[in-house]
């Protein structure tokens, strides 16, 4: 069992920065592939950045590229950081682990989910 916690989220100007932080429970860390999803009201959860379990392997949905960042700790804490955002980023973020993954772009692939945080990008 893992249990995640996100943490970072916030209220921000488009343009600005923010670091999502996601901490995990357990002594495995290491054995799970690490993603963020995020659902802005109204949509259905999307894809976001993903992490391999090594660290040596990301993947970004088109619309993150250039501008997200995603990061692991040898510990147990994955990271997103996110520059010049966009009110279109606006909306609650989940951290997720995936256990039989090695890299994944698709939710039904996770095993664990945090509660989200919130982001709000204004214009």
């Known amino acids: 069992q893992v249990q995640l916690v996100e943490s970072g989220g916030g209220l921000v100007q488009a343009g600005g920065s923010l670091r999502l932080s996601c901490a995990a429970s357990g002594r495995t860390f290491g054995n799970y592939a690490m993603g963020w999803f995020r659902q802005a009201p109204g949509k259905e959860r999307e894809f976001v950045a993903a992490i391999s379990r090594t660290g040596g392997s990301t993947r970004y949905t088109d619309s993150v590229k250039g501008r997200f960042a995603i990061s692991r700790d040898n510990y147990n804490t994955v990271y997103l950081q996110m520059n010049n955002l966009e009110p279109e980023d606006t909306a609650v973020y989940y951290c997720?682990?995936?256990?039989?993954?090695?890299?994944?772009?698709?939710?039904?692939?996770?095993?664990?989910w945090g509660q989200g945080t919130q982001v709000t990008v204004s214009s």
């Open positions: 997720a682990a995936g256990r039989g993954l090695q890299i994944g772009v698709a939710a039904i692939g996770y095993d664990y």
